[in-house]
T-cell receptor, first 109, second 115 residues
Framework: GQNIDQPTEMTATEGAIVQINCTYQTSGFNGLFWYQQHAGEAPTFLSYNVLDGLEEKGRFSSFLSRSKGYSYLLLKELQMKDSASYLCAVLDSNYQLIWGAGTKLIIKP | DAMVIQNPRYQVTQFGKPVTLSCSQTLNHNVMYWYQQKSSQAPKLLFHYYDKDFNNEADTPDNFQSRRPNTSFCFLDIRSPGLGDAAMYLC??????????????FGAGSRLTVL
């Protein structure tokens, strides 16, 4: 079966750096997405990786290793507004999105 | 601004009383999706449309139906809501091909409560 694994919850301190990991086993691979979802709101797109390596976008970076079935989202200079769930999703060989359950990130002052 | 709009944002219904949720988009995306999301769970795809071509997920209950009368609008009908159908229903759009393909743009969601 197809599976996306990410930690259920993480806690970090304002101003610090946090890395949220995602591992996947899917039928084929056509890219990996990270979405941010604040409580009670819809997910919003953060990043897309289809090639190995690091993609940097401001305070957020996303890394992909296709051979390891692994990605991480790196958040720097954490702000209180970064408290949210972070969803990892993989586009499989049929262009179907397989979603992880999300990692709830709690930021403490 | 181009966007995806869902109505209503909050819907309370009684057990077994039909509900219709609506979604409209001004992005001119050809693909539209309905997801169900329960607390702390991954979004679960119910249906999607490529233009007018309807795709039903194998495990979507018959209680859920959808209509897409034109490119801009899509509806989710829940014929006889049960307590287990209480959830956030998310509409999303995307386009095929080109830069930004397959990136989902979500509406704000419709939260359904079943009494």
């Amino acid at each position: 079966g197809q599976n996306i694994d990410q930690p259920t919850e993480m806690t970090a301190t304002e101003g610090a750096i946090v890395q949220i990991n995602c591992t996947y086993q899917t039928s084929g691979f056509n890219g990996l997405f990270w979405y941010q979802q604040h409580a009670g709101e819809a997910p919003t797109f953060l990043s897309y990786n289809v090639l190995d390596g690091l993609e940097e976008k401001g305070r957020f970076s996303s890394f992909l290793s296709r051979s390891k079935g692994y990605s991480y989202l790196l958040l720097k200079e954490l702000q209180m507004k970064d408290s949210a769930s972070y969803l990892c999703a993989v586009l499989d060989s049929n262009y179907q999105l397989i979603w992880g359950a999300g990692t709830k990130l709690i930021i403490k002052p | 601004d181009a966007m995806v709009i869902q109505n209503p944002r909050y819907q309370v219904t009684q057990f077994g009383k039909p509900v219709t949720l609506s979604c409209s988009q001004t992005l001119n995306h050809n693909v539209m999706y309905w997801y169900q999301q329960k607390s702390s769970q991954a979004p679960k795809l119910l249906f999607h449309y490529y233009d007018k071509d309807f795709n039903n997920e194998a495990d979507t209950p018959d209680n859920f139906q959808s209509r897409r009368p034109n490119t801009s609008f899509c509806f989710l009908d829940i014929r006889s809501p049960g307590l287990g159908d209480a959830a956030m229903y998310l509409c999303a759009t995307s386009r095929e091909g080109g830069s930004g393909a397959n990136v989902l743009t979500f509406g704000a969601g419709s939260r359904l409560t079943v009494l």
